[in-house]
């Protein structure tokens, strides 16, 4: 049974930013999606359509084999010698359409698939070059679904719609010149209805394209809660959120099923719509052509033939129906995909951008401000250097900008005041992966990836070899470790390492820091979540490895950065002491109360 949830506990479920996008329906984004078969205009596509031409020419031809020659000249003219070569020409059209069917399926699917690959790579490789605040901004289910279920959804159309629709289109046309020829009057008495039909589908067609946009909208909210609960299990049981959380399950999902459900029945309108015109067509055969044929105005055997093109009129438009509504899906599905691949990061290399290479780290901030949401500022014309081989530490209380400046150094934003450089250039006239390939980041929630301990150690750097990423393992202390796995350094982890401890991936995120060999490390709260005897472990590594290379430490925990070159306290976004610890101590400031009030917790403990 579905559960009500108290208003104050759906507040808890913040799950996706995404809205619905109220466009009316234009070919030139259609367009754009089918730029991506321009690949294949040399390929599959030829071969596709080739295949296309055969069977609509082979279906245009057999009516008229049928009717107008086997019935008309060989069975009313009793001519057994001329209908066996009908049947005989017939058969072979058959198998001919049987053998290019199977190879128009074949290349329509390796199309379609061809097609959605590159749609998901172009898309997942753009989203990756995006800057944070695009992520800050979207749940990992809502960008999830854009990838996968969006591109997903466009397969049907790549794979049957573009080409059944060429074909179906062609199949019109001829069938309408063959209509025609066969008897006018009967053809204008049947497109009579045509105009109605036509209007009719006019006003089904906006409520059928935001149906299914409703639809994808819904699909992403149930993606990105189903992705936060699993992620956060270990919460949700922790604080017995069980009930609440199915409940909110079961609304999200209801949610979903009844977009799906309001989505289906509106575009199943159009099915019957074309099967009553259908009728009605049908109808105006029988009574009309009835009157032509007994007016001597219309052979039996064109009558049969008519017949069939009749049924192969209505046909088309009943399939052209069914891709109108791929369509729909597509546009609903493409406009929220190219939403992404319009989205522009805030952070950009401009055209002259220049490698930075052989950096000695010099790191100069000059008045530099920040703010992540144009209302609050985060630094307050912030200047401050750091000279090559210097340890930087970054303290003082939360939200005080010290993660921010950590940000900036790496590029991760840019400033919006002032500048940041790095041996006397500004980071925005430098490329960002000459840049970031300087620098070293270890975060206090540090990420592991699936795959073994090795791949996850030479990640940043997967052309060095097993002895140079064992080496950096063993000079942070995580050798010791990795030698009681099963497997050692081919241990396989799960995903985020969740067979490791707090402490053992941390350890791993240093030695994959390390390997990569950086001018720069930086190291935001990275001994937050080890144990004393483990950081003592790592400081004693870090002095080694940080000789010659400058080094940014952001703690709280004040003990790590006593041996630091340089200390700056920040407050709301200001550098308002700097110097070393015991410059810092005697002067009796800010940093001075914070080490007091840290040696009093843990005096109390």
Do not use: C
């Amino acid at each position: 049974m579905t559960q009500k949830l108290n208003p104050k506990v759906l507040e808890r479920f913040h799950y996706s930013t995404d809205q619905l996008i109220d466009k009316p329906f234009n070919w030139k984004q259609m367009w754009r999606l089918f730029y991506y078969l321009k690949p294949y205009t040399k390929t599959l596509l030829p071969k596709a359509f080739f295949t296309v031409l055969i069977n609509t020419f082979i279906k245009l031809i057999l009516p008229t084999l049928i009717g107008v020659y086997a019935i008309g000249q060989g069975i009313t003219g009793k001519n057994t010698g001329f209908l066996t070569e009908m049947i005989a020409v017939i058969a072979v059209l058959y198998v001919v359409s049987y053998i290019s069917n199977i190879l128009r399926v074949r290349w329509l699917n390796m199309l379609g698939q061809s097609v959605i690959f590159d749609i998901r790579s172009n898309l997942f490789t753009h989203v990756q070059s995006l800057s944070h605040n695009f992520f800050d901004q979207r749940s990992a289910g809502s960008i999830l679904v854009r990838i996968m279920n969006d591109t997903n959804s466009l397969q049907d159309l790549f794979t049957n719609g573009v080409i059944n629709m060429l074909m179906d289109m062609l199949m019109l046309l001829g069938v309408i010149i063959i209509l025609f020829s066969l008897s006018p009057q009967l053809t204008l008495a049947i497109l009579i209805i045509m105009p109605i039909m036509f209007f009719i589908s006019t006003k089904l067609r906006k409520n059928i394209r935001l149906a299914w946009q409703y639809m994808r909208l819904k699909q992403s909210k149930l993606n990105s809660h189903l992705n936060e609960s699993i992620q956060g299990i270990r919460i949700t049981q922790s604080f017995t959120q069980e009930q609440e959380n199915m409940a909110f399950f079961d609304g999200v999902n209801k949610e979903n099923y009844e977009a799906w459900r309001i989505a289906t029945r509106r575009s199943a309108k159009f099915r019957p719509m074309v099967d009553m015109t259908n009728a009605v067509g049908t109808a105006v055969l029988i009574w009309y052509g009835a009157h032509l044929i007994e007016n001597h105005q219309l052979q039996l055997g064109a009558f049969v033939s008519f017949a069939f093109y009749l049924g192969m009129f209505w046909q088309p438009i009943s399939r052209m129906g069914q891709v109108y509504n791929q369509l729909l899906q597509a546009m609903a599905s493409s406009e929220r995909i190219f939403e992404y691949l319009d989205e522009k990061p805030l952070v950009d290399e401009n055209n002259s951008a220049r490698d930075l290479t052989n950096i000695k780290g010099q790191i100069v901030f000059d008045k530099v401000e920040f703010s992540y949401d144009d209302k609050r500022k985060a630094l307050n014309g912030v200047s401050l250097e750091m000279k090559p081989g210097q340890t930087i530490a970054l303290v003082g209380h939360t939200g005080s900008g010290k993660t921010t400046i950590a940000n900036l150094i790496s590029r991760f934003y840019d400033p919006t005041g002032g500048s940041v450089s790095i041996d006397g250039n500004d980071l925005k006239e430098v490329s960002l992966r000459s840049l970031r390939n300087q620098i070293s980041v270890v975060l206090q929630d540090t990420f592991i990836f699936s795959g073994t301990i090795m791949e996850n150690i030479k990640f940043g750097r997967p052309d060095a070899s097993d002895e140079e990423a064992m080496e950096a393992a063993k000079v942070v202390g995580a050798d010791h470790f990795i030698q009681m796995l099963p497997n050692k350094y081919q241990t396989e982890v799960e995903e985020r390492g969740n067979i490791l401890s707090v402490g053992e991936r941390q350890l791993l995120s240093f030695a994959r820091a390390l390997l990569a060999e950086p001018k720069i490390i930086i190291l935001d709260e990275a001994t937050a979540s080890i144990d004393t005897e483990t950081e003592v472990q790592i400081q004693n590594a870090l002095r080694t490895l940080l000789k010659g290379r400058t080094s940014v430490i952001i703690a709280h925990r004040l003990s790590t950065i006593r041996e630091a070159d340089n200390i700056f306290v920040l407050d709301h976004g200001n550098i308002i002491e700097e110097g070393n610890h015991d410059e810092l101590m005697k002067h009796g400031g800010e940093y001075y109360r914070l080490v007091k009030a840290q040696f009093k917790v843990l005096e109390a403990m």
